[in-house]
Nanobody, 123 residues
Framework: QVQLVESGGGLVQAGGSLRLSCAAS????????LGWYRQAPGLEREFVAA????????FYSDSVKGRFTISRDSAKNTIYLRMNSLKPDDTAVYYC????????????????WGQGTQVTVSS
């Protein structure tokens, strides 16, 4: 049974930083990509970043490129999202996801999801 468990969310002031973690278990992810999505109140869930587990290639949405960094630790089966220069617009529940089908960005390409972690950025 695949499990994705996020942690690291919290309250931070604008301009600050947070690092989210997603611990993955239940299968090998060598053929998978793992990603981060977020959903703010009243808005649709949106793609944030993704990493190809085997090769380490990374992908970002335009809104976070240059501020967020996705990485993985294969030994710990964990991915991270380092978020710098946070803005109030980054406030959302952040979800970890894993999948291997389709394109990088659509959430329909991901089969497994974590429970989410809240990130709140105050102005």
């Amino acid at each position: 049974q695949v499990q994705l468990v996020e942690s690291g969310g919290g309250l931070v002031q604008a301009g600050g930083s947070l690092r989210l973690s997603c611990a993955a278990s239940g299968r090998t992810f060598s053929n998978y990509r793992l990603g981060w999505y977020r959903q703010a109140p009243g808005l649709e869930r949106e793609f944030v970043a993704a990493i190809i587990w085997s090769g380490g290639n990374t992908f970002y949405s335009d809104s976070v490129k240059g501020r967020f960094t996705i990485s993985r630790d294969s030994a710990k089966n964990t991915i991270y999202l380092r978020m710098n220069s946070l803005k109030p617009d980054d406030t959302a529940v952040y979800y970890c996801a894993a999948g291997y089908r389709g394109d990088i960005k659509p959430d329909s390409s991901y089969d497994y999801w974590g429970q989410g972690t809240q990130v709140t950025v105050s102005s």
